[in-house]
């Protein structure tokens, strides 16, 4: 639980258009828009709503530790 609470007090990571990504969450910090990214590498591109390039990232990793594929989180590893 400490882990959760760092985390969340904890100034978002943002990412630029043209980085290589891996899966998560990301926001675009202009209109909001939320562009979930589920390849475990992808070239994040410009928001399509708005055309910023500024994302904050909520990568899957930040869940737990030990997801670090789409495939694990349909089928999550025993603890």
Known sequence: MQFLVKIMSEEPKTVKAGETVGPGKYVCIDCGLELPVTESSKDLRKCPNCACETYNCLPMTH????????????????R
């Open 63 to 78: 869940i737990r530790p030990d997801i670090k594929t789409p495939e694990d989180v349909r089928h999550p590893p025993k």
